[in-house]
């Protein structure tokens, strides 16, 4: 938009015009308003100021309908300090009188260049979170709530993070999450999964090796990490000396792969886990304090999934919706399934129901609806033990109400005259509650 009551601005308009640039062109501080009102504007040329029009102020409501948006001002020799300050304000250049039609083309190819990157960068990151961010973090405790705050707050910060849980409780995902919503999210992130790798090959696999050939060698993973994150799964079985030279390389920014080498500079972000009680390991001296101190800085503790019954059911949907998608099915899960998930204990957390959707999934007929009979029977037969029925905090009313209800009905072996008079209500009221239940109302 060429916001301008000059005629010497003809010329210009006729200009960008010629080089293939739609261009409207006001003469008021209203028709411009107007303009910006119906229409999404890349660019902005503008006197500073005029007798029916004020640049800057165009600017600034500009940027509220796009933010990206950038301006070109049109000056006098006497504005050039005043255009100069506008500069950090989303001014890109300015022109005095005569333009300089060709810079004029140029800076608007850059701003479109800039502009075009900017939408990419965008898309990539929105797909990024979509796949990987906060989004990936499935449940609806409160637990969870605390641990998306927390990882909101933590995920751009330059500090490292140590997170500990049990086996399966989506240590690596925490891991993944806080390098994707991090400044270093286009740079890698390494993985070492230091259970996996023999000991005597874990100093070659962190700091690097020689190889053949004067002055040549491989790169270990601080290296390759150098300006990314560093992953290391299961930090605890590090061997103490490796645990103290990896707190040497944090303090220092260097690692110094050879004697006789120059040092390499290396400034990872780590993001460490553990199963294991790593205070303890301090305490016993199995682990190193120095290092434990420096993973310090954040720690992030995951609860069982036994810990937090409200989400099994929503991760139970979740992972069959994946699950489904890859054998191209349409499945579901009845609600007596989904009460026999919720009484299991899962040793091994989400990963153990993970791999059970999938399982089902996989032998589930298209359009079917998976039951509690399908279920494998370790998990069909851990109901509560009988005459006693746990209910998790974070429960809604109306939920704690069902499960009440259908655990006497199958205490008193069907008898729903019986299970009435126990729970002191109405048969009539009963029979209402079991067929709403059944039709698939109430809330999980």
Not at 101 to 129: G, T
Not at 231 to 257: K, N, W
Request: positive net charge; contains cysteine; glycine residues 8%.
């Amino acid at each position: 938009m060429v916001a301008h009551d000059a005629p010497e601005t003809r010329r210009l308009r006729a200009s960008l015009e010629a080089g293939g640039r739609a261009v409207v062109w006001v003469q008021s501080r209203e028709a411009a308003i107007n303009v910006l009102d119906s229409t999404v504007v890349d660019a902005l040329i503008t006197r500073l100021r005029a007798r029916r029009i004020r640049g800057m102020a165009l600017l600034e409501l500009a940027r509220k309908r796009n933010p990206d948006v950038g301006a070109i001002l049109l000056i006098t020799p006497d504005e050039v300090e005043q255009a100069t300050r506008a500069m950090r304000r989303g001014v890109i250049d300015f022109q005095t009188v005569p333009f300089n039609l060709e810079k004029i083309a140029a800076v608007l190819d850059r701003l479109e260049e800039r502009q075009r990157l900017a939408a990419e960068f965008s898309r990539l990151s929105q797909r990024l979170d979509h796949e990987f961010g906060f989004p990936n973090l499935v449940g609806n405790s409160s637990a969870m709530a605390r641990l998306r705050a927390h990882l909101k707050e933590i995920a751009p910060l330059e500090v490292h993070v140590l997170v500990h849980g049990e086996e399966g409780v989506g240590k690596r995902t925490i891991a993944r999450t806080l390098h994707l919503n991090s400044p270093r999210r286009n740079a890698p992130l390494v993985e070492v999964d230091c259970a996996v790798i023999p000991p005597r090959q874990l100093p070659r696999e962190l700091f690097g090796v020689p190889s053949p050939g004067p002055g040549r060698r491989r790169p270990g993973r601080l290296e390759v990490a150098a300006e990314g994150t560093l992953y290391l799964s299961e930090i605890g079985a590090l061997p103490r000396e490796v645990q103290s030279r990896i707190a040497d390389t944090l303090r220092t920014g260097q690692i110094r792969p050879e004697i006789d080498a120059p040092p390499v500079e290396v400034r990872p972000r780590v993001v460490a886990s553990s199963r294991s009680d790593l205070a303890g390991g301090v305490e016993q001296g199995r682990f190193d304090e120095g290092l434990f101190t420096l993973l310090g800085e954040s720690r992030i503790e995951i609860p069982p999934l036994r810990h937090r019954r409200r989400d099994i059911p929503v991760l139970a949907r979740h992972f069959l919706a994946e699950a489904a998608q890859e054998v191209n099915r349409t499945l579901s899960l009845s609600r007596a399934a989904l009460d026999s998930l919720s009484d299991y204990e899962w040793p091994g957390n989400c990963r153990e129901l993970k791999g059970v959707i999938a399982e089902l999934a996989a032998s589930t007929p298209a359009g079917a609806t998976i039951g509690s009979d399908d279920l494998p029977t370790g998990i069909r037969d851990s109901r509560p033990r009988e005459g006693f029925l746990g209910v998790p905090l974070g429960t809604s009313l109306p939920e704690a109400e069902r499960r009440l209800i259908l655990e006497t009905v199958h205490l008193c072996g069907g008898n729903r005259e019986k299970a009435a008079a126990i729970l002191g209500i109405g048969v009539r009221t009963l029979y209402r509650k079991l067929r709403s239940y059944a039709a698939g109302e109430g809330t999980t």
